[in-house]
């Protein structure tokens, strides 16, 4: 059994691992605008233009750009998320990665540092974006913001195994965006964040399923909107099984990656 | 300190380090000298245990590096080839991270990282991001980091390279403090022969993976035997005769000139003189260079400067 130091120490090391990341967010502010200016894009332009024309079924309580705002906030996340993955390529190249590796740290530890410094930027985004929300009038209640909040880490820290997982299968940059791009657009398109998932065809219903952003969009919706797709603690469980079997890959991924 | 038995790395269709065999001992400065690939950083790496080897094993600090990583790891400090802090945060952050890395306590933290950086004279740049340091300074930082722990065991991997001649000289003057001051064993790599012979008081010289030489600087150089004595002869010159000559223990041509290897060269350069007509005579003392050349048949490359450049020039963000 470990000893209650031991533990310390081991917190300590995660702690360290997620300060450096999170000082580097925030002393990269041009990342943070980009990476806020794309979810704003989707949400006022296709928001209104296609809300001028799209009927959801029933929508007319709620209409497009308020129905699209939870899978807009999820959409941030996923695209943060995965690509965070790409950090760990910087790591490597700049060999700063190999001096963690160097130091008594195991390669778990590395990782959930690494995954919840990418956490921390996709929480801060959503919380700009949330903010957002209050401008186009999404009815906030306390319990909701919580819930979002909850949905939002699971999603990020799911979503940000995946990408480190990726990434740390990966030499280049450019081959990893190319990777990440195959990834994100289906995360995003199958997820239900721009339209009703319950009137498609099986097939379509099929990949949608094994999404985990669905779960986080319609718990998202459930949360901001009280409209999900299933009740909140199914979603909320099922993201959580994600969260369980990418963030073991992501592990595993570390502990095979070489070294030098 | 550190026994390597049979240490190979092969890769697909490379022997990297074929069957090294070494024994370090405490407080020792000890340097890995050969050219660009001689297999040196493959080496350190395997003794650092970022890299597994083929066949064979070494004992760091007591811990065997294949069964016992974790504990290698937290036994030995590493200044890498090239710089491996994190440029967006400032010196004094990337200590502080090492710092929680290497389980320091934290009543000793503050005070260790001070004291590192002192050691280092980057105390009163600690604040500025990494970013805005000269290559000097982001190498002595590196230093400073590898110190934290408080290691027994500091690896440096051509702590120089890439640097300009004062930042060079000002870097060894580092190096002679750190061995100064903390009691510490240092096995260093270069291809740069002056900084081993300056900095090292044992040398292995290792070419294609392999040491063929082990000795203190001094011994090496004697092993070549006297002086080197070149000259440009003004016809070719009577060989034989100069055979003859006792004090004389070996003669090279190369492109045009003579070179060879004389005892006591200022008395006897004279005599030489009579058997010979030439344009221009220089000697030497031999130097390390002339170690590798005589056991290489090669001589080590100063260019080519192991692409630390490129690489920083390509993805500095």
């Given at each position: ?98 001096s963690?590796?160097?130091a ?157 | ?76 400090g590493i200044v890498?080839?090239?710089?491996s802090s ?5 010196g004094?952050?990337n200590l502080?991270i090492h710092a929680?890395?290497y ?13 590192v950086?002192?050691?280092v ?20 930082l590196e230093i400073a980091r590898g110190l934290l722990h ?168």
């Amino acid at each position: 059994m470990r000893s209650m130091a031991g533990r310390i120490t081991l917190f300590e090391k995660m702690y360290a691992l997620w300060l450096r990341e999170f000082k580097v967010f925030l002393r990269e502010r041009s990342r943070l605008v980009a990476s806020t200016f794309t979810p704003l894009l989707w949400l006022f332009v296709i928001g209104i233009g296609f809300g001028s024309v799209a009927m959801l079924p029933g929508g007319e309580s709620v209409g497009y750009q308020k129905f699209i705002f939870p899978g807009i906030v999820c959409m941030s996340v996923i695209f943060t998320s995965i690509f965070f993955g790409s950090y760990i390529i910087w790591d490597r190249k700049f060999d700063f990665l190999k001096s963690v590796m160097v130091a008594p740290v195991s390669r778990g530890t590395i990782f959930v540092g690494k995954a919840l410094g990418g956490m921390t930027s996709s929480l801060i985004q959503a919380a700009i974006l949330l903010c957002v929300g209050a401008l186009i009038g999404i009815p906030y209640s306390f319990v909701g913001v919580i819930e979002a909040t909850v949905i939002v880490i699971l999603l990020s820290f799911t979503l940000t195994s995946l990408g480190l997982a990726l990434g740390s299968y990966m030499q280049s940059l450019e081959g990893f965006q190319m990777i990440a791009s195959f990834v994100v657009f289906p995360l995003f398109f199958l997820s239900g964040a721009l339209f009703p998932l319950d009137k498609l065809p099986a097939w379509l219903s099929i990949l949608t399923s094994i999404d985990p952003a669905t779960y986080a969009v319609s718990a998202m919706r459930s949360a901001l909107l009280g409209v999900g797709d299933r009740p909140f603690e199914v979603d909320i469980l099922i993201l959580l099984g994600f969260t369980i079997i990418l963030g073991a890959a992501g592990i595993f991924s570390f502990k095979r990656m070489k070294a030098v | 300190m550190i026994k390597i038995r049979n240490l190979t790395k092969k890769y697909e269709n490379l022997l990297a380090v074929d069957n090294v065999n070494l024994e370090i001992g405490k407080n020792e400065v000890f340097g890995l000298l050969g050219p660009n690939g001689a297999g040196k950083t493959t080496v350190i790496h395997m003794l650092a245990t970022l890299l597994k080897p083929s066949s064979g094993t070494a004992i760091v600090n007591g811990y065997d590096i294949i069964s016992q990583p974790a504990k290698v790891r937290a036994s030995i400090g590493i200044v890498f080839q090239t710089p491996s802090s994190d440029d967006m945060l400032t010196g004094y952050e990337n200590l502080k991270i090492h710092a929680f890395l290497y389980g320091v306590p934290s009543f000793e933290r503050e005070k260790r990282i001070q004291s590192v950086l002192d050691l280092v004279g980057l105390g009163e740049r600690q604040h500025d991001q990494v970013k805005k340091y000269s290559g000097g300074m982001r190498r002595r930082l590196e230093i400073a980091r590898g110190l934290l722990h408080e290691p027994t065991v500091m690896f440096l991997d051509e702590p120089t390279l890439g640097l300009d001649p004062s930042s060079r000289g000002m870097m060894w003057d580092y190096i002679k403090k750190l061995v100064k001051e903390k009691e510490v064993t240092l096995i260093l790599t270069t291809h740069y022969m002056e900084e081993a012979d300056h900095l090292c008081n044992r040398i292995g010289i290792i070419d294609e993976g392999r040491v063929i030489a082990l000795d203190t600087p001094s011994n090496l150089k004697k092993s070549i035997g006297g002086d080197i004595v070149k000259l440009r002869p003004k016809s070719f010159p009577d060989l034989e005769s100069l055979r003859k000559l006792i004090y004389i223990r070996r003669i090279e041509l190369v492109e045009g000139e003579i070179m060879m290897y004389v005892d006591n060269a200022r008395e006897n350069i004279p005599d030489i003189l009579r058997h010979v007509d030439a344009d221009s005579v220089e000697f030497r003392s031999p130097d390390l260079n002339d170690v590798f050349i005589k056991l290489a048949s090669k001589t080590i490359k100063e260019q080519g400067e192991g692409g630390y450049m490129e690489r920083y020039a390509q993805y500095g963000r």
